[in-house]
């Protein structure tokens, strides 16, 4: 039988400025990949412009906690849950990031490279992993960017 997890998405308005991206996503997905894998949460955050949006997957109890943090940190406000449901499998489990790229490319999962985003693997996004982001994307109008 499949692990049940609790899946939360929420969305943002990023106040990273675009000079600085890259350097705070760094740092960012550095303390996430860490803390999220001792934690046993699992994910995809999406980022764009002005917005993330980030499907958190793991214990309901850690991944609640973990979103109370989030609400606190000055790299983004209006923080609001779009979704906070019971799934029957990760979906995300073996992401940690993942970006929108230009229409018609696929989002990918991400990793820090001396302090860079990069891809992290050329694979394409499986087809429940599409259906999520494309849901994430949707939250905010991504597929219009």
Same mark, same amino acid.
């Given at each position: 039988?499949?692990?049940? +997890?609790?899946?939360?998405?929420?969305?943002?308005?990023?106040?990273? *400025?675009?000079?600085?991206?890259?350097?705070?996503? =760094?740092?960012?997905?550095?303390?996430?990949? !860490?803390?999220?894998?001792? =934690?046993?949460?699992?994910? =995809?955050?999406?980022?764009?412009?002005?917005?993330?949006?980030?499907?958190?997957?793991?214990?309901?109890? +850690?991944?609640?906690?973990?979103?109370?943090?989030?609400?606190?940190?000055?790299?983004?406000?209006? +923080?609001?849950?779009?979704? !906070?449901?019971?799934?029957? =499998?990760?979906?995300? !489990?073996?992401?940690?990031?993942?970006?929108?790229?230009?229409?018609?490319?696929?989002?990918? *999962?991400?990793?820090?490279?001396? #302090?860079?985003?990069? *891809?992290?693997?050329?694979?394409?996004? #499986?087809?429940?992993?599409?259906?999520?982001?494309?849901?994430?994307?949707?939250?905010? #109008?991504?597929? !219009?960017?």
């Amino acid at each position: 039988m499949a692990e049940q +997890v609790h899946r939360l998405i929420y969305r943002s308005h990023s106040t990273v *400025p675009r000079e600085r991206r890259d350097e705070v996503l =760094a740092e960012i997905f550095d303390v996430a990949r !860490s803390k999220n894998k001792k =934690a046993g949460i699992t994910g =995809a955050l999406l980022i764009s412009d002005n917005w993330f949006v980030q499907t958190l997957e793991g214990d309901e109890t +850690v991944v609640t906690g973990l979103v109370e943090k989030i609400r606190e940190d000055d790299r983004h406000t209006d +923080v609001s849950v779009v979704e !906070s449901t019971t799934a029957q =499998a990760r979906v995300f !489990s073996r992401w940690s990031m993942a970006r929108i790229s230009v229409i018609g490319r696929s989002d990918i *999962p991400l990793h820090d490279v001396d #302090g860079r985003i990069r *891809p992290a693997a050329p694979d394409q996004p #499986g087809r429940e992993q599409q259906e999520l982001l494309t849901r994430m994307r949707n939250t905010i #109008g991504a597929d !219009s960017v």
